[in-house]
């Protein structure tokens, strides 16, 4: 399925493609104090519908994921990283995804403190 997502404003928006049956909610104290849920997708299955330039960067810990959020309303819909084998993925914000129930999504409970 193809879904629509974007920052708060629009100025970062983007498209992904997947089967979208679970979220991650990790404990880390960024994923946590945001209310993320994220969606790990392959890199290419996410296409952005807005310039890079659109966005600012966060990293933080190891630096591994960068995080990416709209300079102008602050909103963060994606992130961009690697699986442990080096494969570029993405992290989703489901909750910056237009219809989707996020009470039908099962919730996988990461502990990202630890990492």
Not at 68 to 84: I, K, Q, S, V
Not at 88 to 112: F, Y
Request: with cysteine; charged share 20%; glycine share 8%.
């Amino acid at each position: 399925m193809r879904y629509h997502g974007s920052c708060h404003c629009g100025r970062v928006a983007f498209d992904v493609e997947g089967e979208l049956d679970k979220v991650i909610e990790c404990n880390c104290s960024h994923c946590s104090r945001k209310g993320y849920l994220l969606w790990f997708v392959p890199r290419g299955q996410l296409q952005l519908a807005t310039p890079e330039a659109a966005m600012s960067t966060y990293t933080f810990n190891k630096h591994a994921i960068r995080h990416r959020f709209c300079a102008t309303c602050g909103c963060a819909p994606l992130a961009f990283g690697a699986m442990p084998d080096g494969t570029p993925t993405a992290a989703v914000n489901v909750r910056c995804l237009d219809e989707v129930d996020l009470a039908q999504l099962p919730r996988v409970p990461v502990d990202g403190r630890s990492f």
